[in-house]
Protein backbone atom coordinates (compact mmCIF):
# COMPACT_ATOMS: atom_id res chain seq x y z
CA UNK A 1 0.00 0.00 0.00
CA UNK A 2 1.24 3.13 -0.93
CA UNK A 3 0.82 6.06 1.47
CA UNK A 4 2.42 9.48 1.50
CA UNK A 5 2.64 12.08 3.75
CA UNK A 6 3.10 15.97 4.32
CA UNK A 7 5.54 17.94 6.70
CA UNK A 8 6.33 21.46 7.37
CA UNK A 9 5.59 25.17 8.68
CA UNK A 10 1.77 25.69 8.79
CA UNK A 11 3.23 29.38 8.26
CA UNK A 12 5.95 31.32 6.19
CA UNK A 13 6.23 34.94 5.74
CA UNK A 14 6.38 36.80 2.73
CA UNK A 15 9.59 36.50 1.29
CA UNK A 16 10.44 33.83 2.94
CA UNK A 17 11.77 29.79 1.50
CA UNK A 18 9.34 27.50 1.76
CA UNK A 19 10.28 23.74 2.39
CA UNK A 20 8.46 20.79 2.60
CA UNK A 21 9.12 17.06 2.56
CA UNK A 22 7.32 14.45 1.66
CA UNK A 23 7.84 11.03 3.13
CA UNK A 24 6.76 8.06 1.59
CA UNK A 25 5.86 4.54 2.15
CA UNK A 26 4.83 1.54 -0.16
CA UNK A 27 7.36 2.30 -3.11
CA UNK A 28 10.87 3.19 -3.94
CA UNK A 29 12.54 5.97 -5.60
CA UNK A 30 14.92 3.76 -7.05
CA UNK A 31 12.52 1.38 -9.16
CA UNK A 32 12.24 2.13 -12.75
CA UNK A 33 9.63 4.38 -13.59
CA UNK A 34 9.05 5.77 -9.64
CA UNK A 35 7.60 8.87 -9.48
CA UNK A 36 7.06 11.92 -6.95
CA UNK A 37 5.10 15.33 -7.65
CA UNK A 38 3.72 18.28 -5.98
CA UNK A 39 0.71 19.49 -6.30
CA UNK A 40 -1.15 22.61 -4.80
CA UNK A 41 -4.69 24.06 -4.40
CA UNK A 42 -5.36 27.47 -2.79
CA UNK A 43 -8.30 27.57 -0.65
CA UNK A 44 -11.29 27.31 -2.57
CA UNK A 45 -9.73 27.09 -5.96
CA UNK A 46 -8.34 24.65 -8.76
CA UNK A 47 -5.30 22.41 -8.20
CA UNK A 48 -2.16 23.68 -9.31
CA UNK A 49 0.85 20.93 -10.33
CA UNK A 50 4.03 22.45 -9.42
CA UNK A 51 6.84 19.73 -9.70
CA UNK A 52 7.99 16.06 -9.95
CA UNK A 53 10.96 14.26 -10.09
CA UNK A 54 11.30 10.74 -11.22
CA UNK A 55 13.56 7.55 -10.02
CA UNK A 56 16.21 8.90 -12.87
CA UNK A 57 16.47 12.14 -11.00
CA UNK A 58 14.82 13.43 -14.25
CA UNK A 59 12.56 16.68 -12.98
CA UNK A 60 10.29 18.99 -14.52
CA UNK A 61 8.44 22.42 -13.14
CA UNK A 62 5.70 23.66 -13.77
CA UNK A 63 6.23 26.73 -16.40
CA UNK A 64 5.15 29.26 -14.50
CA UNK A 65 7.32 28.81 -11.39
CA UNK A 66 9.79 26.66 -12.25
CA UNK A 67 12.36 30.00 -11.25
CA UNK A 68 11.26 29.93 -8.02
CA UNK A 69 11.10 25.79 -7.30
CA UNK A 70 13.67 23.15 -6.55
CA UNK A 71 13.03 19.64 -5.74
CA UNK A 72 15.67 16.61 -4.71
CA UNK A 73 15.26 13.31 -3.50
CA UNK A 74 16.15 11.21 -0.74
CA UNK A 75 16.07 7.35 -1.55
CA UNK A 76 17.46 6.11 1.62
CA UNK A 77 14.93 8.20 3.76
CA UNK A 78 12.08 7.74 1.32
CA UNK A 79 11.68 11.30 1.04
CA UNK A 80 10.82 14.43 -1.47
CA UNK A 81 12.04 17.40 -0.76
CA UNK A 82 10.10 20.42 -2.77
CA UNK A 83 11.21 24.12 -1.85
CA UNK A 84 9.83 27.30 -2.95
CA UNK A 85 11.60 30.77 -2.83
CA UNK A 86 9.84 34.09 -2.31
CA UNK A 87 6.86 33.60 -1.00
CA UNK A 88 3.68 35.35 -1.37
CA UNK A 89 0.50 35.88 0.17
CA UNK A 90 -1.19 34.00 -2.77
CA UNK A 91 1.24 31.15 -2.70
CA UNK A 92 -1.09 30.26 0.36
CA UNK A 93 -2.28 27.01 -0.17
CA UNK A 94 -2.82 23.42 0.82
CA UNK A 95 0.20 21.08 -0.85
CA UNK A 96 -0.49 18.20 -1.38
CA UNK A 97 2.63 15.50 -2.53
CA UNK A 98 1.61 12.92 -4.69
CA UNK A 99 2.86 9.04 -6.45
CA UNK A 100 3.02 9.46 -10.14
CA UNK A 101 2.29 6.84 -12.29
CA UNK A 102 3.63 7.86 -15.93
CA UNK A 103 4.92 6.64 -19.07
CA UNK A 104 7.99 7.76 -20.56
CA UNK A 105 9.22 8.15 -24.19
CA UNK A 106 12.11 9.11 -25.50
CA UNK A 107 10.41 11.66 -27.61
CA UNK A 108 8.90 13.58 -25.01
CA UNK A 109 9.76 12.46 -21.79
CA UNK A 110 7.06 11.43 -18.76
CA UNK A 111 3.76 11.16 -18.43
CA UNK A 112 2.21 11.34 -15.70
CA UNK A 113 -0.68 10.64 -13.27
CA UNK A 114 -1.52 10.54 -9.49
CA UNK A 115 -2.58 8.03 -7.12
CA UNK A 116 -2.48 8.10 -4.14
CA UNK A 117 -2.32 11.30 -2.98
CA UNK A 118 -1.49 12.60 0.56
CA UNK A 119 -3.94 14.37 3.19
CA UNK A 120 -2.33 17.88 2.34
CA UNK A 121 -0.62 20.18 4.40
CA UNK A 122 -2.00 23.79 5.00
CA UNK A 123 0.80 26.35 4.16
CA UNK A 124 -0.61 30.40 5.15
CA UNK A 125 2.22 33.09 3.93
CA UNK A 126 1.57 36.50 6.27
CA UNK A 127 3.57 38.22 8.16
CA UNK B 1 0.09 25.35 -22.06
CA UNK B 2 -2.68 22.99 -22.60
CA UNK B 3 -5.68 25.34 -20.98
CA UNK B 4 -8.65 22.55 -19.74
CA UNK B 5 -11.93 24.05 -19.27
CA UNK B 6 -14.62 22.10 -17.13
CA UNK B 7 -18.52 23.03 -17.45
CA UNK B 8 -20.49 23.43 -16.37
CA UNK B 9 -19.48 25.10 -13.70
CA UNK B 10 -21.70 23.24 -10.85
CA UNK B 11 -24.04 21.00 -11.69
CA UNK B 12 -27.66 19.94 -9.18
CA UNK B 13 -28.88 16.99 -9.79
CA UNK B 14 -30.35 14.37 -7.11
CA UNK B 15 -29.82 10.64 -6.05
CA UNK B 16 -30.48 7.84 -8.92
CA UNK B 17 -30.13 10.94 -11.63
CA UNK B 18 -26.78 10.94 -14.39
CA UNK B 19 -24.09 13.22 -14.61
CA UNK B 20 -22.20 14.33 -17.70
CA UNK B 21 -19.10 16.34 -17.25
CA UNK B 22 -17.19 17.94 -19.77
CA UNK B 23 -13.32 19.39 -19.68
CA UNK B 24 -12.21 21.03 -23.37
CA UNK B 25 -8.74 21.17 -24.40
CA UNK B 26 -7.38 24.43 -25.68
CA UNK B 27 -4.97 22.08 -28.22
CA UNK B 28 -5.39 18.49 -29.06
CA UNK B 29 -4.13 15.87 -25.47
CA UNK B 30 -2.15 12.97 -27.71
CA UNK B 31 -2.88 9.91 -26.63
CA UNK B 32 -5.94 10.76 -24.50
CA UNK B 33 -3.49 11.00 -21.44
CA UNK B 34 -6.27 12.28 -19.69
CA UNK B 35 -7.00 12.14 -15.41
CA UNK B 36 -10.10 12.65 -13.79
CA UNK B 37 -10.18 13.22 -9.86
CA UNK B 38 -13.13 13.42 -7.26
CA UNK B 39 -12.47 15.40 -4.59
CA UNK B 40 -14.71 15.91 -1.07
CA UNK B 41 -15.05 18.73 0.98
CA UNK B 42 -11.77 18.75 3.43
CA UNK B 43 -10.19 15.39 1.45
CA UNK B 44 -7.30 15.31 -0.93
CA UNK B 45 -8.45 14.49 -4.71
CA UNK B 46 -8.65 10.70 -5.29
CA UNK B 47 -8.08 9.77 -8.71
CA UNK B 48 -11.06 8.44 -10.57
CA UNK B 49 -10.11 7.19 -14.20
CA UNK B 50 -6.51 7.31 -16.17
CA UNK B 51 -6.03 7.67 -20.02
CA UNK B 52 -8.97 9.01 -20.75
CA UNK B 53 -11.45 5.95 -19.91
CA UNK B 54 -9.78 3.83 -17.74
CA UNK B 55 -10.79 3.24 -14.21
CA UNK B 56 -8.33 3.41 -11.34
CA UNK B 57 -8.55 0.46 -8.69
CA UNK B 58 -12.10 0.26 -6.67
CA UNK B 59 -13.94 2.68 -8.55
CA UNK B 60 -17.39 2.26 -9.09
CA UNK B 61 -18.16 1.18 -12.86
CA UNK B 62 -20.97 3.84 -12.63
CA UNK B 63 -18.08 6.08 -13.21
CA UNK B 64 -16.57 6.43 -16.79
CA UNK B 65 -14.81 8.48 -18.74
CA UNK B 66 -14.82 9.09 -22.61
CA UNK B 67 -13.65 11.43 -25.37
CA UNK B 68 -10.47 12.19 -27.55
CA UNK B 69 -8.44 14.77 -29.31
CA UNK B 70 -9.69 17.61 -27.65
CA UNK B 71 -13.07 16.88 -25.84
CA UNK B 72 -13.82 14.57 -23.29
CA UNK B 73 -16.41 13.85 -21.27
CA UNK B 74 -16.85 11.98 -17.55
CA UNK B 75 -20.26 10.18 -16.68
CA UNK B 76 -21.32 9.10 -13.39
CA UNK B 77 -24.92 6.89 -13.68
CA UNK B 78 -27.34 6.70 -10.98
CA UNK B 79 -25.63 9.09 -8.84
CA UNK B 80 -25.30 7.89 -4.83
CA UNK B 81 -25.04 10.49 -2.01
CA UNK B 82 -21.28 9.89 -1.97
CA UNK B 83 -20.84 11.12 -5.50
CA UNK B 84 -21.67 14.73 -4.69
CA UNK B 85 -18.28 16.22 -4.83
CA UNK B 86 -16.02 18.39 -6.99
CA UNK B 87 -15.03 16.79 -10.33
CA UNK B 88 -11.35 17.74 -11.92
CA UNK B 89 -9.68 17.01 -14.80
CA UNK B 90 -6.11 16.72 -15.40
CA UNK B 91 -3.87 16.06 -18.60
CA UNK B 92 -0.53 15.26 -19.02
CA UNK B 93 0.23 15.15 -22.90
CA UNK B 94 2.42 18.00 -22.36
CA UNK B 95 3.65 19.40 -18.69
CA UNK B 96 0.71 18.81 -16.88
CA UNK B 97 -2.56 21.38 -16.32
CA UNK B 98 -5.34 20.76 -14.05
CA UNK B 99 -9.06 21.93 -15.35
CA UNK B 100 -10.69 24.27 -12.79
CA UNK B 101 -13.49 21.98 -12.13
CA UNK B 102 -17.17 20.47 -11.52
CA UNK B 103 -19.13 21.09 -8.67
CA UNK B 104 -21.89 18.56 -8.73
CA UNK B 105 -24.29 19.24 -5.81
Known amino acids: QITLRESGPSLVKPTQTLTLTCTFS??????????VAWVRQPPGKALEWLAF???????GFSPSLESRLTITKDTAKNQVVLTMTNMDPVDTATYYC???????????????????WGPGTLVTVSS | EIVLTQSPGTLSLSPGQSATLSCRAS???????LAWYQQKAGQAPRLLIS???SRATGIPDRFSGSGSGTDFTLTISRLEPEDFAVYYC????????FGGGTKVE
Open chain 1, 98 to 116: VHAWSFYYESSGYHSWFDP
Open chain 1, 26 to 35: GFSLTTTGAG
Open chain 1, 53 to 59: IHWDDDK
Open chain 2, 27 to 33: QRVSSSF
Open chain 2, 51 to 53: GAS
Open chain 2, 90 to 97: QQYAKSIT
